[in-house]
C-alpha cells in the first residue's frame, strides 16, 4: 500500500525559498503513469493546486505560482520535492502531497488516489 | 481557470440521514469530477472518480452522479466516521482546482 509522507520546516522566513519534501514508501516514484502532486490550503481558505511531476521529469504548474515554483523527482531517495521562492505571509499554507493517478473509460479520467497528512508551513520573521 | 462551487457550505445532520451535496462548474468538465473525504489529522481520502465511480474500498452507501456542469455526491445512511468536509475537484483541465468544501456535522 503506497503511502506519502511530507516533511521540511514549519516555519520560513519572508523572502526565503520554502523547501518541502514527500516520501514515497511502499511503490516508486519512477513507476507506473502516475503524476506526483503538491496542493496546499491557507487557513480560512480553499485548495489550491500547486503543479505535479510525472516520471519522466515532465512538469506542470499553476500559472499563478509558475514563476516561483519548483517540482523535482529523486528517484534514488524515492522521493519528489516542492521549491517555493520569495515567500510571503500569503504561502503560508498546510501543504500536501499526493500521487494523481489516471483511469481509463471512455477517457482519461485523472484523480489523486493517494495522500499526504499534510504539513503547515508558517511564513513569518 | 474552471471555477468550482458547492453547497452547502455545511450542513448539520444525524446519524441515519440522508445527505447530498452538490457541486457546479463554471463549464462543462463532462464527467471529470472526483470526489474527497477531509478529516482533521488524517490524510484526505478519495470517494468517488469520474463522477460516478466508487473508488475500490469505499462503503457503498456513498454515491456520485452528474455530469456536464452539475453534480452530486450523495451519502445514503450517515455513519458517525462521515462527519469530516467533503471537497469536489476537477480534473479536465490544468490547474487542477477545488470546490470550497461542504462541512458535514452532528445535530
Known amino acids: 500500500q503506497v503511502q506519502l509522507q511530507e516533511s521540511g520546516p514549519g516555519l520560513v522566513k519572508p523572502s526565503e525559498t520554502l523547501s518541502l519534501t514527500c516520501t514515497v514508501s511502499g511503490g516508486s516514484v519512477s513507476s507506473g503513469s502516475y503524476y506526483w502532486t503538491w496542493s496546499r490550503q491557507p487557513p480560512g481558505k480553499g485548495l489550491e493546486w500547486i503543479g505535479y511531476?510525472?516520471?519522466?521529469?515532465?512538469?506542470n504548474y499553476n500559472p499563478p505560482l509558475k514563476s516561483r515554483v519548483t517540482i523535482s523527482l529523486d528517484t534514488s531517495k524515492n522521493q519528489f520535492s516542492l521549491k517555493l521562492s520569495s515567500v510571503t505571509a500569503a504561502d503560508s499554507a498546510v501543504y500536501y502531497c499526493?500521487?494523481?493517478?489516471?483511469?481509463?473509460?471512455?477517457?482519461?479520467?485523472?484523480?489523486?488516489?493517494?495522500w499526504g497528512k499534510g504539513t503547515t508551513v508558517t511564513v513569518s520573521s | 481557470d474552471i471555477q468550482m462551487t458547492q453547497s452547502p457550505s455545511s450542513l448539520s445532520a444525524s446519524v441515519g440521514d440522508r445527505v447530498t451535496i452538490t457541486c457546479r462548474a463554471s463549464q462543462s468538465i463532462s464527467s471529470y469530477l472526483n470526489w474527497y473525504q477531509w478529516k482533521p489529522g488524517k490524510a484526505p481520502k478519495l470517494l468517488i472518480y469520474a463522477a460516478s465511480s466508487l473508488q475500490s474500498g469505499v462503503p457503498s452507501r456513498f454515491s456520485g452522479s452528474g455530469s456536464g456542469t452539475d453534480f452530486t455526491l450523495t451519502i445514503s445512511s450517515l455513519q458517525p466516521e462521515d462527519f469530516a468536509t467533503y471537497y469536489c475537484q476537477q480534473s479536465y483541465s490544468i490547474p487542477r482546482t477545488f470546490g470550497q468544501g461542504t462541512k458535514v456535522e452532528i445535530k
Open positions: 499526493a500521487r494523481e493517478a489516471y483511469n481509463y473509460g471512455s477517457g482519461y479520467y485523472y484523480y489523486m488516489d493517494v
Open positions: 511531476i510525472y516520471n519522466s521529469g515532465s512538469t
